[in-house]
């Protein structure tokens, strides 16, 4: 079996017979680990090979675009089948159809493999908010995973399947991508029909793909963009002109956050700060020797509208997605405690949840005016560039640290969480759409050493190192990557300048790709 499962690899295979659908549905199933938190259910192989046998019927002349191609799916978006749980067992329930982007790619020849693990109800960019245990991260199963298409980005950077859809409110699309090692598109807010998608927040949630490479990505999101309709109102009707603006090659600008929002601190130490700034500044070198050229911009309005997605009234949309399963079982609208203390719900999603609770409709109503302020002073700084670039995280932390934070401290903080959307936050609010592609690759540098380092280590710092050194692996190997946005409708423009980046960086896709062989932890 090829480690590269990219569509173009799979349909040369096919083309020349060297391998069939089955032969590919049988290595993933030899592969799979059923219990290890990346799947929550798994199509039953059975059914896998009879939807092998119903395309390999299909004469090749008229084989459809991604036929035989293996995907998964994330828990919050509808597949006839499956029950959607959006990690909640409590919310569950048995849809009567596929979501119609999921339809365009069955109809488009594609094998549906599985549900996917995922931050429960879409809230995080952790991975760790669910019942169904954390998906490992494919370097190194320490580090999170990424949230919340936590599942969809470890199947794809495992090698498990082509590509996996996600959804992105805040981000959710794409740091699973940067922090497995593989690319998260998330196209124009209602490019995708989400009609069939559990609602974080309605008017913000995209559709999108994880895949091994820009090309496959942007193919995906084009055959399920086909699948909207104009009596669809989850859907957006593209310009005219929209599949027409392509990068041909030529100069272009971006710019990039000031230095005071690229704050890389973390339990990692200072060493890792420093390496991260190395890696971007690699990126920046990169996308200048493909023509472009940096500007200097103002980052701060970006910053402040990430911050307003969990800081203010905004918050109430993610509560009125599932209010009916919210209030289902009270007489009258929950307290904020109520809802905080919600057994249902995994304890840091009530205590964000529970925040909606405190504002008014007049609240709303004042946030959207400061919104369209900011929105203005970023279409400013937007004037002067095509294109932003920032690094899709700016740190990676373990699956401990978060639950030190989430889950074992007296009073629940998501600040770990809160600084990984960052550079995502902001995307969707502003109608822009965004990238995320591998750039490099860092061995974890060993923290402390000397009498004088270990005392002035910080009390996260210590905590990482002693964490690294219990296993055989102190200084693991763990992939970087940059996200790139534009406005909206610039998707297809984009994609071509984060394709000819992805292939200048000489990385491929996971573990494999990035030419990292497995890496041996104490327990795992």
Not at 218 to 230: D, F, K, P, S, W
Request: net charge negative; proline share 7%.
């Amino acid at each position: 079996m090829p480690q590269d499962l990219s569509i173009s690899r799979l349909r040369s295979a096919y083309t020349d017979n060297s391998l069939k659908p089955i032969d590919v549905i049988t290595d993933f199933y030899s592969r799979l680990h059923p219990q290890d938190g990346t799947f929550v259910a798994v199509t039953p192989l059975e059914t896998a090979k009879s939807r092998c046998r119903e395309l390999e019927g299909i004469p090749s002349a008229d084989r459809p675009p991604l036929w035989g191609v293996p995907f998964a799916v994330k828990d919050n978006i509808d597949v006839e089948g499956f029950p959607t749980t959006a990690a909640c067992q409590a919310f569950s329930y048995q849809p009567q159809d596929s979501a119609p982007a999921v339809q365009a790619l069955l109809n488009a020849g594609a094998i549906m493999v599985g549900k996917t693990n995922m931050d429960q109800f879409a809230a995080g960019l952790v991975g760790t908010r669910t019942p169904f245990g954390t998906a490992p991260n494919c370097f190194d199963p320490r580090f999170i995973p990424g949230g919340s298409s936590s599942g969809s980005g470890v199947a794809v950077g495992s090698g498990l399947v082509s590509f996996a859809l996600g959804t992105d409110t805040a981000g959710s699309g794409r740091i699973p991508a940067g922090l497995n090692g593989c690319v998260g598109l998330k196209g124009t807010v209602g490019r995708v029909s989400t009609t069939g998608v559990v609602p974080a927040c309605a008017s913000l949630d995209c559709l999108t793909c994880f895949a091994t490479c820009v090309r496959d990505a942007a193919t995906v999101v084009q055959i399920m963009q086909e699948a909207g309709n104009l009596e669809d109102p989850n859907w957006r009707v593209p310009p005219p002109n929209f599949m027409e603006q392509q990068y041909m090659g030529g100069g272009f600008t971006f710019g990039v956050p000031n230095a005071e929002h690229l704050d890389f601190s973390g339990p990692g130490g200072p060493a890792l700060a420093t390496k991260y700034h190395e890696l971007f500044k690699e990126a920046i070198k990169r996308l200048e020797k493909q023509g472009g050229r940096l500007v200097e911009i103002d980052f701060t309005p970006f910053a402040t509208v990430a911050k307003l997605l969990y800081e203010s009234a905004f918050i109430a949309e993610r509560y009125s997605g599932i209010r009916n399963f919210l209030e289902k079982t009270q007489a009258q609208k929950p307290t904020e405690e109520e809802v905080a203390q919600d057994p249902r719900l995994e304890r840091v999603i009530g205590a964000i949840l529970s925040g909606a609770v405190k504002f008014s409709a007049t609240d709303v109503y004042d946030g959207n005016v400061k919104l369209k302020s900011l929105k203005a002073k970023a279409r400013v700084e937007m004037s002067k560039v095509d294109m932003l670039l920032v690094p899709t995280a700016l740190h990676h932390y373990t699956v401990q640290e978060i639950a030190e934070e989430e889950r074992h401290s007296d009073k629940v903080t998501w600040a770990r969480n809160a600084k990984l959307g960052r550079f995502t936050n902001f995307v969707n609010l502003l109608d822009m759409c965004a990238v995320a592609v591998p750039s490099g690759l860092y061995q974890h540098p060993p923290i402390g050493g000397g009498l004088l380092g270990d005392l002035t280590l910080s009390d996260e710092v210590t905590k990482r190192r002693a964490l690294l050194e219990e296993g055989e692996n102190s200084q693991p190997t763990l992939p970087f990557g940059v996200t790139m946005i534009t406005n909206a409708w610039r998707d297809n423009w984009v994609c071509e300048i984060a394709s000819r980046f992805h292939r200048d960086s000489g990385l491929g896709c996971g573990p494999a790709g990035h030419a990292v062989q497995h890496q041996p932890k104490k327990g795992c």
